[in-house]
């Protein structure tokens, strides 16, 4: 009973990284397409300024390959045995969160894609502008969304190796107090047959020295009655 949330928290977590797992590579999958997309629409526009960096498209496919790189990691850090594993895998999963944190802030909170694609889109083909601003939102909520998962899978993780640690405390202690118990007489409550036992073998050398008193002065008054019988 004690194992059981510590296995259902294991479970939770393996479940947790195989869905980002086919999530990051759907994400994947969506900006390969988003990216040709992008290109074949400013290849038929001909604009007359080279067309903008589609940076939110690159942010998509990054964050996409590094949650898939770290639900890896997350997945055999959780089922290794080693808490050094799981350790190295939290740190390297908040190294990534902070840059991905960071690079998701700057190109689409800082950076205004949408004015930049406004500009060089001409009014002739709104249809297009349109649907890039759409693809730009979404792929900005995509991103947190799959920001936000992979931040709970380090968080069940930390509580995973911190669940390891002390159950890993507790058998150490329990193993120390049975070695130390191993070279001590243990303190056992006695029970009601032992009493007996123990005051049988007490009363018992008593009846033995009585009788051999008896037989003693058996003998001595023996000998003294052949005595007046010799007389």
């Known amino acids: ?14 479940l947790l990284n195989l869905i980002m797992v086919f999530f990051a ?17 400013f ?16 942010t998509c496919s990054g964050v996409g390959i590094a ?16 808490n050094y594993t799981i350790c190295s895998y939290i740190f390297i999963g908040c190294c990534l969160l902070f ?21 060089s889109i001409d009014e002739c083909h709104k249809k297009i502008e349109s649907f890039l ?7 900005r909520v995509i991103v947190l969304l799959i920001s936000a998962a992979q931040m709970n899978a380090v968080a069940l993780s930390v509580i995973f190796w911190a669940a390891r640690m002390e159950s890993r405390i507790d058998f150490n202690q329990s193993n120390a107090t049975r070695f ?21 073998y007490e009363i018992l050398p008593q009846q033995i020295e009585q009788g051999a008193l008896l037989s003693y002065i058996r003998k001595i008054r023996e000998r003294f009655q052949r005595r007046n019988n010799t007389h």
């Open 1 to 14: 009973m004690v194992r059981c949330p510590r296995c259902s928290l294991h479970n939770s977590i393996k």
């Open 25 to 41: 590579i759907g994400i994947i999958i969506y900006s390969l397409w988003l990216d040709k997309k992008w290109h074949q629409f």
């Open 43 to 58: 290849s038929e526009l001909h604009p007359a300024s080279p067309p903008p960096k589609p940076w939110f498209i690159y």
């Open 67 to 82: 949650v898939c790189l770290s639900t890896l990691c997350g997945y055999m850090a959780v089922n290794s045995i080693s």
């Open 99 to 119: 840059l991905e944190v960071a690079v998701i802030v700057i190109v689409f909170f800082k950076m205004d894609l949408l004015a930049q694609i406004a500009s």
């Open 133 to 139: 601003r759409f693809h730009v939102r979404l792929s």
């Open 180 to 200: 130390t118990q191993s070279f001590l007489v243990p303190n056992f409550p006695e029970s009601e047959t032992s009493r007996q036992s123990f005051t049988r």
